[in-house]
């Protein structure tokens, strides 16, 4: 795998980075005396340009909340270094934070008070005046589409809305970088492709660097780079089209009951990238119309069912891992 910090956009050629982690190293202390410390991020190196549209996609306790926090400034990082649009937190932290805009995966709303008064709220919290957070507002509660509920209270909002309050209290300080972990989560598949798009939007529109966590693979087709986590470390970073190049061009996935047998065979009579999972086995190619005839031919009796594809991310993150993507509720994706 290239160097993640260097494999896309490196600073200098491309423009400056909106984030830089480097070495960043992560480990809680046990829970008990008998336990041992949890090391929930291991050697993270990577940079997100600026103005990027990036995702940080993980499987459930890959360590996505543990870096969220330490690139919140959150948490300070114990070993490594983080950068700020070229500046380190030391003693910048306070304008760096105002450079920030944070969504958590738990809601930070006050339910009882009204849309309005919660931006209203965290306008004063960034010192804002009482004219900058009233037009703030319009303008963003107008481009949430949600300027028609502002006097309502958040309590009465369905789940997309009160997320997309989350977002315009987020955005009410204009941050530079937006910063959301699992923001879609709890949302259903429609509300969740909409909050995307109005994310993708605000990027567009204001150049906002955006920076979001998600467990869910189709989430991180779109965007302009992912990073993937898996048990702390990262197996994987690039554009997703980069990505999905570092298989060939096609994928054929044959399921067999004798996989074992089957990849060995394959393997020695045809010199492609072939790998098992499970009980298939996977052959990169760059013409499976073509080659997924001669495999039935030659594994007649073998092989029970047999598809192919365009490589997904969720085809990178088997290769890399050697283990299929297992979404919140425990199923494959
Ligand atoms: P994700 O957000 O991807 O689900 P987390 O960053 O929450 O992952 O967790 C990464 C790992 O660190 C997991 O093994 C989790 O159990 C562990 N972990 C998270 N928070 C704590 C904590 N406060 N104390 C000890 N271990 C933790
Ligand atoms: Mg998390």
Redesign the pocket.
């Known amino acids: 795998m290239p160097d993640p910090e260097q494999a896309r956009n490196p600073e200098g050629e491309d423009g400056p980075l909106a984030l830089r982690v480097r070495n960043l190293t992560f480990t809680?202390?046990p829970?008990s005396r008998n336990a041992r410390p949890?090391t929930?991020l291991k050697d993270v190196s990577f940079g997100i340009p600026e103005g990027d549209f990036f995702c940080i996609l993980?499987?459930?306790?890959?360590?996505?909340?543990?870096?969220?926090r330490v690139l919140t400034t959150a948490t300070l990082p114990p070993s490594g270094a983080v950068s700020f649009f070229g500046n380190e937190p030391d003693g910048r932290l306070r304008e760096i934070r105002r450079s920030l805009g944070v969504v958590f995966q738990n809601p930070a709303l006050d339910k009882k008070l009204t849309v309005d008064e919660n931006l209203s709220c965290h306008g004063k919290l960034y010192a804002m005046s009482a004219e900058s957070i009233a037009s703030r507002s319009d303008e963003i509660l107008s481009l949430l589409g949600i300027a028609g509920r502002r006097g309502e209270p958040v309590e009465t909002l369905s789940g997309g809305l009160a997320r997309r309050v989350e977002l315009a209290k987020a955005l009410l300080h204009s941050p530079r970088l937006l910063l959301l972990?699992?923001p879609t989560t709890g949302l259903d598949p429609t509300a969740r492709f909409e909050f995307l798009r109005l994310l993708r939007e605000i990027r567009t529109g204001a150049g906002t660097t955006i920076v979001y966590?998600t467990?869910i693979l189709e989430e991180s087709e779109e965007c302009d780079g992912i990073l993937i986590?898996d048990d702390?470390a990262i197996v994987a970073s690039g554009s997703p089209t980069e990505l999905r190049s570092e298989i060939g061009k096609e994928l054929i996935i044959m399921q067999s009951s004798e996989p074992s047998k089957l990849l060995e065979s394959v393997k020695q009579q045809y010199g492609l990238p072939v790998y098992r999972v499970d009980d298939t086995v996977r052959v990169e190619c760059d013409n499976a119309s073509a080659l997924i005839g001669e495999l039935l031919r030659a594994y007649e009796g073998t092989v029970d069912m047999v598809s192919f594809s365009r490589p997904s991310i969720g085809d990178v993150y088997i290769k890399k891992t050697g283990r299929r993507f297992v979404t919140n509720n425990g199923g494959p994706a």
């Open positions: 809680y202390p829970p949890r929930a993980g499987p459930n306790g890959s360590g996505k909340s543990t870096l969220f972990d699992e966590t467990h986590l702390g």
